[in-house]
Structure formats: C-alpha cells, structure tokens
C-alpha cells in the first residue's frame, strides 16, 4: 500500500514521464551488467584437407574448413604465403605452387584480435625429374642358347624407386640395385623396365633379346 501511495503521488507531482524514464535507467542497468553474448573466448585451429604424399604437379589447392568468417593464414615452409576469409560455413581454399623438394604446409585462424593454434602440418614431396634407370645386363640384342632360357635382369636406379620388368617387381638391394629373373621364349623377346619414384615420376627402356634353343 506504501508502494502505490508513493507511485501515484511521484505521478502526480511530476507525470508520467519521470516514470518511463526510471523504468528505463533500471532496465538499462540490469542489461549492462549481462555478459557480452557474441565474445569468442577460443578460436579453434583450421582443420586441412589432405594432399598428396608426394607429387610431380606444382599447382595444388589447399582447402579446409574453420569458424565461419575467420581469416585464415596460410603458411609454406615457415613463410606466410596468403591469406584469405572463410565462408559462412566455414570454408576456405587457396590456389599454391609447391617448392622444389619438400614442402611443409600449416596453416592459422584469426578472429577479431584471436588467433587459433597451428593446424596440423601436411608435408609434401614435389619432384618432376625422371628416376635414373641404367641396366647392367643383358645388352639390348643379345643371342642366348641351350640352358640359357633364364637370364638375370640387372641394374641400379635411385632411392625410393620401384621398378618393374615385363609388369613384375625387381627385387631392389639396399644400394639400390635391381635384379629380375626372366625366363626367355624362343625367338625375340622383349623386355620392358620401368622405373617409377613416389611422386609418380618414370623412366622406362626397352630392349630385345634372343633365344634358340
């Protein structure tokens, strides 16, 4: 009852007006003293998309996905490359070029004044020479005779290469030298060696034989 009797007469002595505006400060009062609703505590780091192991291409496009909106930084071999903004979904590409031999790819989100931690790092190998492929024995056009129906195929190459006789696989040595057993047919016969490196690089020979038995 004290309450109202105060009210109408504050209504009466100075109107409507002074009330709304009380209403309002304390409204306002209590909204400022709300947390602030859109704040971003943590910026999460970029999630990458896979690449290649290694490669003979130098373009490449990195994509990812991060928070909506975010700027990503996008960051070869310990340098700073690009930048770009993420979607609203929270996609992101950039078009690149690796660098000759290795190649180590991380990238950065930033919101505001937040930056997230490193992403995952991709490590790529880019090669576009050809794999040395020297053949030790037989000699192209050699003649075999009598008990000489299986000869041994023999040659180096370089490291981390595979290669292959007629489709089949060359045992290679730890000094990367390779040798094949090949059973000879009556007449020519062709032989085919391929040698092919991780990034998809290859060399390949070709040279015929003969046999009589």
């Known amino acids: ?43 999460s780091h970029p999630q990458l998309n896979p690449l290649p192991f290694a490669t003979n291409s130098a373009n490449f496009v990195l994509s990812g996905k991060s928070l909506p909106d975010a700027t990503i930084d996008f960051y070869l071999n ?52 050809m794999p040395n492929l020297t053949i030790s024995s037989p000699s192209d056009g050699q003649e075999f005779s009598k008990d000489q129906n299986e000869i041994n195929i023999s040659g180096t190459t370089d490291p981390e290469v595979k290669v292959t006789i007629n489709g089949f696989w060359a045992v ?30 290859k060399t390949e020979k070709e040279m015929k034989v003969k046999y009589s038995s």
Request: net charge positive; hydrophobic share 40%.
């Open 1 to 43: 009852i004290f309450g109202i009797v105060i009210i109408l007469f504050l209504l009466g002595k100075f109107g409507l007006p002074l009330l709304i505006n009380l209403s309002l400060f304390l409204s306002g009062s209590k909204q400022s003293s709300l947390p602030a609703q859109n704040s971003i505590e943590f910026v």
């Open 78 to 129: 310990d340098s700073l490359i690009d930048k770009t903004q993420a979607d609203k979904k929270g996609r992101f590409s950039f078009n690149s070029q690796f660098l000759k031999g290795d190649n180590k790819i991380y990238a950065r989100a930033r919101i505001d004044n937040k930056s997230s931690d490193l992403s995952e790092t991709l490590n790529v190998l880019f090669k576009d020479s």
């Open 172 to 201: 290679i040595d730890q000094n990367n030298n390779f040798s094949y057993k090949f059973k000879l047919q009556n007449g020519e016969n062709v032989v085919k060696i391929l040698a092919e490196d991780q990034a998809g690089n």
